[in-house]
């Protein structure tokens, strides 16, 4: 069966995010200063081959930790549906 990961990683709450900051500011000069607390993070989306969901998790959450998400100074979530 496949299914589809949408992947999410962010910066750790504790941890500065230099380019969210630079965006918080930003947003000031453009007027936009209602927006604050910006977090920039990446977005993975993937394809994967299992026999069923709780395979299809178990694979997705160890690409995560052993290549997808730094987790020194990152968090992941993830998403899994049934590919169309």
Do not use: W
């Amino acid at each position: 069966m496949k299914f589809k990961a949408e992947i999410d990683v962010m910066p750790l709450a504790a941890l500065l995010d230099p380019q969210g900051k630079a965006v918080t500011n930003s947003m000031k000069s453009l007027g936009l200063g209602e927006i604050d607390s910006v977090r920039i993070g990446k977005h993975i989306s993937l394809m994967v081959e299992a026999a069923n969901e709780s395979e299809a998790k178990s694979k997705v959450d160890e690409a995560c930790k052993k290549l997808l998400c730094n987790q020194i100074m990152e968090g992941y979530s993830f998403k899994l549906s049934a590919a169309k």
